[in-house]
């Protein structure tokens, strides 16, 4: 309760000290009691109840006023009721990391939907995503665990980070239904594709499995003509065709090495099966990257259909899971990975999700010719690395083949997004 109580002695029949108007009128108006103390007519004693008003809630007025009209500075009594001291609010205070924090959130933000080469951009940075992760693979090869388990392990974190990415954007968690036989079949041909590659590299000479892959730029852009009914220009094709030249400009002195299918076709009746197997492999191979680039059309009318390019991730990673575990019941057997190769599967999983959710991003924004060709910067990006900090000797083959695909790259991001009406 804000209700005071205080005792007032006025004196009133003496000339020293002036009746004082002001408190008269207050105490007039908030006494509650009054009550004559003394009968000496020397003086009397005042009773005030001063009432709880809602202009004292945050500050209260001095109950005695100052005695005399004329003292300048007024004279506080013990019945006076001092104000609160109230410390000022904080001011908010920026941290230190918060202009930087900014300042990547602006080039995140550029880079996903703020320039007119963001379809680009957003298909650069996943081939750079991509080839960090092969960094790591080169460094800290992931060997106690087989390759079903990794993708299972890959495709667990990728439904993870969907559902929470969708969750955190305020997205519905299921499949919107104007677009869900799009990414149903875009999931089922990605991971067909996939399950035909492992089979190319596990059967095949790494550089074989490399050259198969790279191709599926090519297979995707004759198929966006087929499918998306696309445009491919003049300058796209050889954009594509120099891009692949140097890639095989730079495998050419591995295609040509010992343990190549130079050597494995020069077989007599004894390894006859090995030639067949090898064969088997080789179909299986470009069988997968005709799907591939059936996949990447998919991705694009799926991103562009449902308005999110994260449910191309979602749906593959739905249908991935429980595949890829039927396959590990199948072909192989469950091994616990130790502590160090679980974390950088997890690693791995994280950087994967962003690298696809980058690519489908791009692939909703641009066409495919252009989006596919950029991803030869992965390849070039290795070659650096590999003659940078793996001690690779530069060629000539190796050079003019990083030189084609950087003008080709170049050439591509140079003339930028065709206009809609062309």
């Known amino acids: 309760s804000l209700a005071r109580f205080a005792a007032i002695f006025v004196p009133t029949k003496t000339n020293e000290d002036a009746p004082n108007p002001a408190l008269e009128e207050s105490a007039d108006g908030y006494r509650g009691e009054m009550a004559a103390a003394s009968g ?35 004279r506080m009594t013990i019945f006076s009721v ?53 960094v790591l693979l080169g460094i800290f090869p992931v060997r106690s665990a087989p390759i079903y388990q990794t993708v299972f392990t890959r495709c667990t974190i990728l439904l993870i980070m969907s559902l929470m990415w969708l969750k955190r954007t305020g997205q519905p968690l299921l499949l919107p239904k104007h677009a869900r036989n799009v990414l149903v079949l875009r999931s089922l041909t990605g991971f067909v594709s996939l399950l035909s590659f492992i089979y190319s590299v596990q059967n095949l000479p790494v550089s074989y ?58 077989m007599d009746n004894a390894v006859t099966d090995r030639g067949k197997a090898v064969i088997l492999s080789v179909f299986v191979g470009i069988f997968s990257t005709i799907l591939g680039g059936v996949s990447y059309c998919l991705v694009r009318a799926g991103a562009m259909a449902a308005d999110q390019p994260v449910y191309t991730v979602f749906s593959f990673a739905i249908l991935a899971c429980p595949l890829s575990a039927i396959c590990i019941l199948i072909f192989q057997e469950f091994v616990l990975p130790n502590l160090f190769t679980f974390l950088l599967m997890m690693v791995l999983g994280v950087l994967a999700f962003y690298a696809e959710i980058l690519l489908a991003r791009g692939l909703q924004l641009e066409r495919i010719a252009k989006v596919t060709n950029i991803q030869y910067i992965k390849v070039l990006l290795w070659q650096l690395w590999s003659m940078t900090f793996l001690g690779a000797a530069p060629s000539s083959n190796k050079l003019i083949g990083c030189l084609l695909i950087l003008a080709s790259v170049c050439s591509t991001a140079y003339f930028g997004p065709e206009k809609e009406n062309e």
């Open 40 to 74: 000496d007519g020397e003086g009397e004693i005042h009773v005030v109840e001063v009432a709880e008003s809602s202009s004292f809630a945050d500050e209260i007025s001095p109950l005695l006023a100052v005695d005399g009209a004329d003292n300048k500075h007024p």
């Open 82 to 134: 001092s104000y609160p001291r109230r410390k000022p609010p904080k001011e908010p205070t920026c941290g230190v990391t918060d202009p930087e924090i900014a300042f990547l959130n602006q080039i995140v933000s550029w880079i996903w939907s703020g320039s007119r080469h963001s379809g680009l951009l957003c298909v650069a940075s996943s081939s750079i995503i991509y080839y960090v992760m092969d």
């Open 209 to 266: 499995a490399v050259l198969l892959n790279f191709a599926t730029p090519i297979m995707a852009s004759i198929g966006a003509m087929i499918i998306l009914q696309e445009k491919l220009p003049l300058s796209l094709v050889g954009g594509l065709t120099c891009s692949f030249i140097g890639l095989l400009l730079i495998l050419q002195p591995i295609l040509l090495s010992k343990g190549s299918l130079t050597e494995t076709f020069q």
